[in-house]
Structures are given as C-alpha cells and as structure tokens.
C-alpha cells in the first residue's frame, strides 16, 4: 500500500479466509468476504458474485450481496 502509494480509503481486499479478514483489518482498508460463508459475519461486505461486487462499489447495495 504505502509503496505505491494506495490510499486505504480506496483500496478493498476480497478474500476467503479469516487471515485476508485479518490483513484488511491490519491495513485499515475495506474486507469483502467471497466463497467462505464463515465470513458473513464480519463487519465488512461479504459478496456472493462480482455482480455483487459491482452493485457495492456503485453504493446500491446491501453489505451482503
């Protein structure tokens, strides 16, 4: 991140495991939880396609999707 230079505002991680849920939260950017229904309860997104995806980053949707 800090090399080339993300802002953490901006940057979202999509991962399947708690240790991705885990990095997110170290690095103080956005988690959305795929393809591992344990994350659902984290207080982030989780998505079920990157349809889902696209309807979150547009700001119409759920915080599961």
Same mark, same amino acid.
């Given at each position: 991140? %800090?090399?080339? *230079?993300?802002?953490?505002?901006? %940057?979202?991680?999509?991962?399947? $495991?708690? *240790?991705? &849920?885990?990095?997110?939260? /170290? *690095?103080?950017? &956005?988690? =959305?939880?795929?393809? *591992?229904? $344990?994350?659902? %309860? %984290?207080?982030? &997104? &989780?998505?079920? $396609? =990157?349809?889902?995806?696209? @309807?979150?980053? /547009?700001?119409?949707? @759920? @915080? @599961?999707?």
């Amino acid at each position: 991140l %800090t090399t080339d *230079n993300y802002l953490p505002h901006e %940057t979202i991680l999509i991962g399947d $495991s708690v *240790n991705d &849920y885990e990095a997110a939260l /170290k *690095n103080n950017i &956005y988690f =959305f939880g795929f393809n *591992n229904t $344990s994350l659902i %309860t %984290t207080d982030d &997104y &989780y998505i079920e $396609s =990157f349809d889902g995806l696209n @309807r979150v980053l /547009k700001g119409g949707a @759920r @915080r @599961r999707v």
